[in-house]
């Protein structure tokens, strides 16, 4: 993790304010740009935006527009800075070109992210076991692949920090047939690991399985605690997990497993979703599926559609699936039975609060009588234990 004393790394955000993503829109996205940045010690000095029909081709803003982002850096002595959207390769050339003027190869140069490069880079801190972090390193170098040219060189010259991690750190290879090889053995080394992932899963088959599934920052991990009793690492930061976690829990005489997932987010990048393909696998091979959601989220709607459509994309959208609302505790007033809202109304929906404990008996009884159906369907013999 970070060593806290040091300096943070200071940035400026860049949205752009389009046909396809209004105002309202745009500050969402920048409000989580933020949270993703501040997850691994970036302080956010200042959000831009501009009004475009489309992101200039050339430099994602027009030129007046990074006049002023240049400026402000400049004179701020900003190390970064983040954009909200991916950059083509062209892009991220004529940034560092435009932004990084003048400046000699022995000068620090003031850092070009994107949203998926700072994801990327937080997913390298979380990895913990060797599959993840072998993902996460295959994810980087694809990402890494078709800017080669420009950021090799810029990666070259920098001490580590953020949107530097892996790959490029250790040893820093100019070689695309190199590159192109380093990513041809982590593919190799990732069908060798989903291998025993699917003899795993396999020896599995006899067991009642539930995946919990969600935004992330939602609970997720802390209601894995809870229900399995389980160290599994929870914190209010964005992906503060990204490993499957698997445990065995018993509800009365009825036995399960339980697989905490990593979070789903808005523009989550592809190769993310194409990398945590075995992750995923978790889910699709799931007999239920327990949706957390953040209710005290301003955004609590949107983040439910947006998990429905990634669990459809990955073909694990008509599961039979309780959504749970969780965080009542940071919601204001009488939240305990308040009237439903038009996207509760499904039969299998429940309020509680993982932290305070509140309406988890009732959430255990409704998982325990949606598994028992399941289990039952496995061993006609079973008798549930009411």
Not at 6 to 29: D, G, H, P, R, W
Not at 48 to 68: I, N, W, Y
Not at 109 to 117: A, H, M, P, T
Not at 274 to 292: Q, R
Request: charged share 30%.
């Amino acid at each position: 993790m970070y060593d806290t004393a040091l300096k943070l790394e200071t940035a400026v955000l860049v949205a752009v304010i389009s046909e396809k993503q209004n105002e309202e829109a745009t500050k969402i996205y920048l409000e989580e740009l933020a949270f993703l940045a501040k997850t691994i010690n970036i302080q956010v000095a200042r959000a831009f935006t501009q009004k475009l029909a489309k992101p200039d081709t050339r430099t994602f803003v027009g030129k007046g527009k990074l006049q002023e982002i240049i400026s402000y850096v400049v004179d701020n002595e900003i190390d970064m800075v983040i954009f909200d959207d991916d950059l083509s390769p062209s892009q991220v050339r004529n940034l560092e070109i435009e932004i990084n003027g003048g400046a000699t190869e022995d000068k620090a140069k003031i850092k070009i992210l994107d949203r998926s490069l700072l994801i990327l880079d937080i997913f390298s801190v979380r990895a913990q076991t060797v599959q993840a972090r072998t993902q996460v390193e295959l994810a980087q170098y694809q990402y890494l692949y078709p800017r080669l040219t420009r950021m090799w060189t810029h990666l070259s010259k920098q001490k580590g920090g953020i949107g530097m991690r892996g790959p490029g750190e250790k040893e820093l290879e100019t070689d695309r047939r190199i590159i192109k090889d380093k990513i041809s053995l982590l593919k190799e080394k990732l069908k060798e690991i989903d291998k025993q992932s699917i003899t795993r899963r396999k020896s599995r088959d006899k067991m009642v399985r539930l995946a919990l599934v969600g935004y992330t920052n939602v609970g997720k991990s802390t209601l894995m605690q809870l229900l399995a009793k389980a160290d599994v690492f929870a914190e209010n930061k964005l992906f503060a997990t990204v490993d499957s976690t698997v445990r065995k829990v018993v509800l009365k005489n009825l036995p399960f497993l339980l697989t905490d997932t990593v979070g789903f987010i808005r523009k989550l990048p592809t190769l993310l979703i194409e990398s945590f393909k075995s992750t995923l696998d978790e889910i699709i091979e799931a007999d239920i599926l327990l949706h957390v959601a953040d209710i005290s989220s301003a955004h609590c709607e949107e983040q439910i559609e947006i998990v429905n459509k990634t669990l459809a994309e990955i073909g694990a959208g008509n599961k039979p699936t309780i959504l749970i609302l969780n965080k009542i505790d940071l919601v204001d007033g009488d939240v305990q039975n308040p009237p439903l809202t038009d996207w509760e109304q499904e039969p299998l929906t429940i309020r509680i609060s993982a932290t305070n404990q509140q309406n988890i008996e009732q959430l255990r009884e409704m998982i325990f009588q949606l598994a028992s159906e399941k289990y039952y369907a496995i061993f006609p013999n079973y008798v549930a234990k009411q």
